[in-house]
């Protein structure tokens, strides 16, 4: 299954105009984490924060609703938000912790409750793993080059980046607008991706993207029962609204289609490498 296990499917946006202001797409991490926050679901949630250089995203927990509207927006570099997961339950002092990440990031959640490896404390508290879909990711040189060299636009003065209709899109804050072909973002991808599995983080509480949802809307996915209790709280404290994704488009057509096709080309690479050296391989980390 592409797309993973889950209860329901469906295309939603926040209620709330103040988080929709900045966010990516409908809005849903941050008004997840901020309704979990206000109903002690979570104390505190790993997010990705902005930092001193424009786009490169500092790990933080955030706490508070305006730590969590300060992390909105998608920033395409590594984030390594794992690495405040075990601090978390330290000097943060929390016990109900919520994450965000990509898809090879819940995995390492779910790695460390099942496999605690010099994580003591962490696998109880883990309260709400939202995970978000990834084709790819860019190191930070990557992303300078992309928005800088390609698009010829100073990352300090974007306001939004993103990914979508088979393009690269750099929004300046005075409302430019540049698009490049993503063949042109190709060689700058994280290597590490092209082995990754996962495209709409199938191992989260709650998974969501923009892909499949129209303009300023989202796709989510509720999988797990806890997923499920905090959304259907959520629903009910009128935090979202909702459409069948039926009958929106492009749909779910579209979301199984990307996944097909980065599962199927990833594993293309995986059996490449098991005969990468003469008479030797690379190593496949899932056998
Ligand atoms: C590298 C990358 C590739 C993506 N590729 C796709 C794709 O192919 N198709 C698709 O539909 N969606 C993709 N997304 C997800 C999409 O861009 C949005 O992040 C998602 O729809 C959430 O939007 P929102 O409005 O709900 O979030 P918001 O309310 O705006 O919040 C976004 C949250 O994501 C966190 N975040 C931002 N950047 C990162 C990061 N680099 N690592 C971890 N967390 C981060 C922020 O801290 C914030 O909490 C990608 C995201 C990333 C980071
Ligand atoms: S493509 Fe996979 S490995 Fe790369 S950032 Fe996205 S989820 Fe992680």
């Not at 959640?109 to 990834?134: E, S, T, W």
Request: with cysteine; charged share 25%; proline share 5%.
């Amino acid at each position: 299954m592409v797309l993973g296990n889950y209860k329901s499917v469906v295309a939603a946006r926040s209620a709330d105009n103040e988080i929709l202001k900045g966010a990516q797409d409908g809005g849903i991490v941050t008004q997840l984490f901020a309704y979990a926050l206000e109903e002690g679901i979570i104390d505190g949630a790993i997010v990705a924060g902005p930092s001193e250089e424009p786009w490169k995203p500092e790990p933080v927990i955030a706490t508070t609703k305006a730590e969590l509207l300060a992390a909105r927006g998608t920033k395409y570099t590594l984030s390594p938000n794992i690495s405040l997961l075990k601090e978390a339950t330290r000097s943060y002092g929390l016990d109900k912790i919520g994450i965000v990440g990509t898809p090879c990031q819940m995995q390492a959640v779910r790695k460390a409750q099942l496999y605690p490896v010099g994580m003591r404390d962490v696998p109880d508290k883990i309260a709400l793993a939202v995970g978000i879909f990834c084709m790819e990711n860019f190191p930070y040189q990557s992303l300078e080059a992309i928005v800088e060299d390609h698009c010829n636009v100073k990352l300090e003065s974007v306001k939004k980046l993103d990914i979508g209709k088979g393009k690269f899109w750099a929004y300046t804050e005075r409302g430019a607008v540049t698009q490049i072909p993503l063949k042109v973002t190709h060689k700058y991808e994280q290597p590490g991706c092209h082995v990754c599995l996962d495209y709409v983080s199938n191992l989260a509480d709650i998974s969501t993207g923009s892909v499949g949802a129209p303009d300023g809307w989202s796709t989510v996915f509720v999988r797990t029962k806890n997923g499920e209790d905090t959304w259907g709280k959520a629903i009910a404290a009128g935090c979202f609204e909702t459409k069948p994704i039926e009958e929106v488009k492009p749909g779910l057509d579209l979301v199984k289609k990307l996944a097909t096709d980065k599962i199927t080309k990833n594993q293309k690479t995986l059996e490449a490498r098991a005969t990468f050296g003469v008479g030797k391989g690379l190593r496949n980390p899932y056998i």
